[in-house]
């Protein structure tokens, strides 16, 4: 069974900056994309930035130029490097990472939440 964990998150004045980590139980090379996403009271949870498992990112046009994804292998660990936070990055991030093939199977981490002030 595949596990990820979420950590980093906390609160932190706008302008400030927060790196989460998303830890899976096994090889992060086993997953063809990983990704965060978020999810603010009374919204729906959208999708903040992936990478593919060649390194092909993608971010929201929300957080181009504030936020980095990035991948250590060796630790099957994913990173998320907010700068530059803003009250309106308020939410419980998620990981996400999922395999095509067989078929698309999606595994959820539990979550960390990320409170900017303003």
């Known amino acids: 069974q595949v596990q990820l964990v979420e950590s980093g998150g906390g609160l932190v004045q706008a302008g400030g900056s927060l790196r989460l980590s998303c830890a899976a139980s096994?090889?992060?090379?086993?997953?063809?994309?990983m990704g965060w996403y978020r999810q603010a009271p009374g919204k729906q949870r959208e999708l903040v930035a992936d990478?593919?498992?060649?390194?092909?990112?993608n971010y929201v046009d929300s957080v181009k130029g504030r936020f980095t994804i990035s991948t250590d292998n060796a630790k099957n660990t994913v990173y998320l490097q907010m700068n530059n936070l803003e009250p309106e990055d308020t939410a419980v991030y998620y990981c996400?990472?999922?395999?095509?093939?067989?078929?698309?199977?999606?595994?959820w981490g539990q979550g960390t939440q990320v409170t900017v002030s303003s």
């Open positions: 096994g090889s992060i090379l086993s997953f063809n994309v």
């Open positions: 996400k990472a999922r395999r095509l093939f067989p078929t698309v199977r999606d595994y």
């Open positions: 990478i593919t498992s060649g390194g092909r990112t």
